[in-house]
């Protein structure tokens, strides 16, 4: 795997196989990442359970998913928020069929060079705390206080693969409302 050093941090860069996983979802389901070989995937890596920036980025997917799943591409998400915190739940209990996997440590947060930076947090919250949890309450999904070993300066990044599993896009954020357009996406997925 080629990947780069940013600070003491490891980057991944663009045009090399992403790291395949096989790991076990919340739902109880194997998501073996070779077995997405065919397909294009969207790989989005997430914040704790109760992150109201997160929570509304999920909402949004997922009323895209099937109109993306059309377009041949996959989603697999990953939270640093245990299984049990998940499952409780009610609003990411109901994300399947899009796999939710669990990683309390982190293990594939490092994998996949996620970054944790107490400045872009700050800022993110200083910034857009109040509107985005009017925002995420207003839609009724999950706002709460961090549980186990989740991070307040943890910041999201989501990545394409293409049909061979090869890294296409890679953004990780500059704060934690900076995603992928979904107009982006849409286009990675509809192109050849």
């Given at each position: ?33 070779n077995a997405y070989k ?145 107009e982006f996406i849409y ?6």
């Amino acid at each position: 795997m080629e990947a780069s050093s940013t600070n003491s941090r490891i980057t991944l860069d663009l045009n090399i196989t992403a790291p395949a996983f096989n790991l076990r979802d919340i739902y109880g389901r194997n998501i073996d990442l070779n077995a997405y070989k065919g397909k294009k995937v969207f790989i989005s890596f997430f914040r704790h359970a109760g992150c109201p920036f997160c929570n509304l980025r999920v909402h949004a997917l997922q009323k895209k998913h099937l109109e993306l799943k059309e377009k041949n591409l996959e989603m697999i998400f990953f939270f640093e928020s245990s299984e049990k915190v998940l499952l409780s739940s009610i609003f990411h209990k109901e994300v399947s069929p899009i796999p939710l996997i669990a990683d309390p440590e982190k293990i594939w947060y490092q994998t996949y060079g996620i970054e944790n930076s107490a400045a872009k947090s700050t800022k993110s919250h200083l910034t857009g705390f109040i509107q985005t949890t009017v925002k995420a309450k207003l839609k009724g999904l999950p706002v709460h206080m961090m549980a186990g070993k989740e991070s307040i300066n943890t910041i999201p990044a989501e990545f394409l693969l293409d049909e061979n599993l090869i890294i296409r896009k890679i953004h990780y954020a500059n704060g934690l409302n900076d995603r992928l357009s979904m107009e982006f996406i849409y286009d990675f997925a509809e192109s050849k």
